[in-house]
Nanobody, 122 residues
Framework: QLQLVESGGDLVQPGGSLRLSCIVS????????IGWFRQAPGKEREGVSI????????DYADSVKGRFTISKDNAKNTVYLEMNSLKPEDTGVYYC???????????????WGQGTQVTVSS
């Protein structure tokens, strides 16, 4: 089983940028996809972006396409989420998780980090 730890969340003004990190430890040779999800107060958790272990398969939610970029550094066992042109509606707790399928649906993910808070506000 994997352990995941997120970091990088902060308070940022609209139009600003942040980079989130997800450090993956444990059986790192056996995961298939790492996904980023977010949850705003009073809303359901939603998928933001996913990346395959090989890095070949990448997908984004329509709401973040062109603004967010997911990447991975295998040497550091870390998956990043670069977030640009942030909007107030990007506010929420961001989680990374390990999944078996290349789908942005939380039901397919089995190991989760504790989350990091992103607040976009002036």
């Amino acid at each position: 089983q994997l352990q995941l730890v997120e970091s990088g969340g902060d308070l940022v003004q609209p139009g600003g940028s942040l980079r989130l990190s997800c450090i993956v430890s444990g059986s790192t040779s056996n995961y298939y996809y790492i996904g980023w999800f977010r949850q705003a107060p009073g809303k359901e958790r939603e998928g933001v972006s996913i990346i395959s272990m090989s890095g070949v398969y990448i997908d984004y939610a329509d709401s973040v396409k062109g603004r967010f970029t997911i990447s991975k550094d295998n040497a550091k066992n870390t998956v990043y989420l670069e977030m640009n042109s942030l909007k107030p509606e990007d506010t929420g707790v961001y989680y990374c998780a390990e999944g078996l399928l290349g789908k942005m649906d939380s039901q397919y993910y089995r190991s989760w980090g504790q989350g990091t808070q992103v607040t976009v506000s002036s």
